[in-house]
């Protein structure tokens, strides 16, 4: 079993930036895709970005294109998500999870689950 954790959340104003980390343990992550998500306070879990097993290939929401970059560092077992120009609307807990099927492609249909705990972002006007 992986288990994640996530870390790099925090306050900061509309426009600034934050770099968002996933650490795993338990077994490598290699193999599989990962994925970021995000759920606001009254409103369901949404994905966020993803990246396939190889980093060959990512897939972002609409909402956060050209904004937000997944990245992925396999020696160290982590996976990244750059998040420039905040808006308020990116205020959410954000939380990492893993494809349980090897191979993915990161895309937004991928069967995600391993999920850690999340870590707060907040943005201010």
């Known amino acids: 079993q992986v288990h994640l954790v996530e870390s790099g959340g925090g306050l900061v104003q509309a426009g600034g930036s934050l770099r968002l980390s996933c650490a795993a343990s338990?077994?490598?992550?290699?193999?599989?895709?990962m994925g970021w998500f995000r759920q606001a306070p009254g409103k369901e879990r949404e994905f966020v970005c993803g990246?396939?097993?190889?980093?060959?290939?990512?897939s972002c929401a609409d909402s956060v294109k050209g904004r937000f970059t997944i990245s992925r560092d396999n020696a160290k077992n982590t996976a990244y998500l750059q998040m420039n120009s905040l808006k308020p609307e990116d205020t959410a807990v954000y939380s990492c999870?893993?494809?349980?099927?090897?191979w993915g492609s990161g895309s937004s249909a991928g069967a995600y689950d391993n999920r850690g705990q999340g870590t707060q972002v907040t943005v201010s006007s």
């Open positions: 999870a893993t494809d349980v099927r090897p």
């Open positions: 338990g077994r490598p992550i290699s193999i599989y895709a």
């Open positions: 990246i396939s097993w190889s980093g060959g290939s990512t």
